[in-house]
């Protein structure tokens, strides 16, 4: 038991070590190359460096590839399948080049982007859901994951030929997009994320498998650095190579791990914050207005299209204050869903 755990350990600290160096490295290439967000959430407008979460891909890559390593040199009999983990990887990867390829197309002065001013402009709207669909191929061309999936209320159901298909592939566009639209604050997206991850991990460990708990440990060391670096006030934006890789990574992570009735309830938060997008057509921003006092105006009064404004509508939020309480709000859903799970629910 114990040399079994090992294999997943040994993995996790590479991945810690290597995101770690990556992200330090990072922040000062993309400054230097002039990929940087502005950051107007202070009341002295501050630059930082963007485009930073290639280093989580990075280090979640090296981490799954250092299992690969001692099983291919017969250090372990190999207990979760290579040719998953390659395919995981490859899908990480591609999606973290077009989130790249989003972060590094920023403009010398302010354009107008998602109802807001900022240097960076990124893709089209319509470009993100097409680019992101690669993600899923490598997934689909593995037939990655179990047809029969449990559904609340519902029970088993089996979806056939149509889970490669058609579900891998909507899950990896819907999660990589619906990731990406939360992360206007320093540390909500890093921290939400982690704790969601989190949540992969424990049910990994009480009811799932051994695939799902290498993948989801490793992701959560990535995505741990992440949050270290991003947390009030943030030292970097890890942008949208980051929002692509881990919108991808935890749909992999969930499928291979067969827990996607579980990571469905937890994913709820960001369900909903795709469905309030949707009713402005995503031409919205969930940031608010600057007050003197350090706190936030919601930006579009009473009128709700993020979670961010119904913490703003709530009380006079700062900002760590608002990525505090999306936090709360994701470990609420991830109790939930054990609590479901405990009742045979899911």
Same mark, same amino acid.
């Given at each position: 038991?114990?040399?079994?755990?090992?294999?997943?350990?040994?993995? +996790?600290?590479?991945?810690?070590?290597?995101?770690?160096?990556? &992200?330090?490295?990072?922040? @000062?290439?993309?400054?230097?190359? @002039?990929?940087?967000?502005?950051?107007?959430?202070?009341?002295?407008?501050? &630059?930082?460096?963007? #485009?930073?979460?290639?280093?989580?891909?990075?280090?979640?890559?090296?981490?799954?590839?250092?299992?690969?390593?001692?099983?291919?040199?017969?250090?372990?009999?190999?207990?979760?399948?290579?040719?998953?983990?390659?395919?995981?990887?490859?899908?990480?990867?591609?999606?973290?080049? +077009?989130?790249?390829?989003?972060?590094?197309?920023?403009?010398?002065?302010?354009?107008?982007?998602?109802?807001?001013?900022?240097?960076?402009?990124?893709?089209?709207? *319509?470009?993100?859901?097409?680019?992101?669909?690669?993600?899923?191929? /490598?997934?689909?061309?593995?037939?990655?994951?179990?047809?029969?999936?449990?559904?609340?209320?519902?029970?088993?159901?089996?979806?056939?030929?149509?889970?490669?298909?058609?579900?891998?592939?909507?899950? +990896?566009?819907?999660?990589?997009?619906?990731?990406?639209?939360? #992360?206007?604050?320093?540390?909500?997206?890093?921290?939400?994320?982690?704790?969601?991850?989190?949540?992969?991990?424990?049910?990994?460990?009480?009811?799932?498998?051994?695939?799902?708990?290498?993948?989801?440990?490793?992701?959560?060391?990535?995505?741990?650095?992440?949050?270290?670096?991003?947390?009030?006030?943030?030292?970097?934006? /890890? #942008?949208?190579?980051?929002?692509?890789? @881990?919108?991808?990574?935890?749909?992999?992570?969930?499928?291979?791990?067969?827990?996607?009735?579980?990571?469905?309830?937890?994913?709820? /938060?960001?369900?909903?914050?795709?469905?309030?997008?949707?009713?402005?057509?995503?031409?919205?921003?969930?940031?608010?207005?600057?007050?003197?006092?350090?706190?936030?105006?919601? /930006?579009?009064?009473?009128?709700?299209?993020? *979670? &961010?404004?119904?913490?703003?509508?709530?009380?006079?939020?700062?900002?760590?204050? +608002?990525?505090?309480?999306? *936090?709360?709000?994701?470990?609420?859903?991830?109790?939930?869903?054990?609590?479901?799970?405990?009742?045979?629910?899911?």
């Amino acid at each position: 038991m114990a040399h079994t755990y090992l294999t997943i350990i040994i993995p +996790v600290i590479i991945a810690l070590v290597v995101t770690y160096i990556a &992200t330090r490295f990072l922040m @000062g290439y993309m400054k230097e190359s @002039g990929v940087i967000a502005h950051d107007g959430n202070k009341k002295k407008p501050v &630059t930082v460096p963007s #485009g930073v979460g290639l280093a989580a891909a990075i280090g979640f890559t090296i981490g799954t590839l250092v299992y690969v390593f001692g099983s291919s040199f017969g250090l372990y009999v190999p207990v979760a399948s290579l040719s998953f983990l390659f395919a995981t990887i490859l899908s990480v990867m591609l999606i973290s080049v +077009v989130g790249l390829l989003d972060d590094i197309n920023v403009k010398k002065t302010f354009v107008k982007s998602t109802d807001m001013m900022d240097k960076r402009k990124g893709l089209k709207q *319509w470009q993100k859901p097409l680019l992101t669909l690669m993600g899923a191929i /490598p997934l689909i061309a593995i037939n990655a994951g179990v047809s029969v999936v449990r559904i609340p209320l519902l029970g088993a159901v089996n979806f056939g030929i149509f889970y490669p298909l058609i579900i891998i592939p909507l899950a +990896v566009i819907f999660a990589s997009n619906a990731f990406n639209l939360l #992360g206007g604050f320093d540390g909500i997206l890093t921290g939400t994320g982690t704790i969601l991850v989190f949540g992969l991990v424990l049910y990994s460990i009480f009811y799932g498998t051994y695939t799902g708990l290498l993948l989801s440990s490793i992701l959560f060391a990535a995505m741990l650095i992440m949050l270290l670096f991003n947390m009030y006030p943030s030292k970097m934006i /890890p #942008g949208d190579s980051f929002t692509y890789f @881990g919108g991808t990574a935890i749909v992999a992570t969930m499928i291979l791990g067969n827990m996607e009735a579980f990571g469905v309830i937890i994913s709820i /938060p960001f369900i909903i914050e795709f469905l309030l997008h949707l009713r402005r057509k995503f031409n919205v921003t969930d940031l608010g207005k600057l007050r003197n006092d350090g706190t936030f105006a919601p /930006p579009y009064g009473k009128k709700i299209y993020s *979670w &961010t404004h119904v913490f703003m509508n709530m009380k006079r939020c700062k900002e760590y204050e +608002v990525s505090f309480y999306m *936090w709360v709000l994701e470990a609420g859903f991830v109790i939930l869903a054990f609590a479901l799970k405990a009742l045979t629910l899911l």
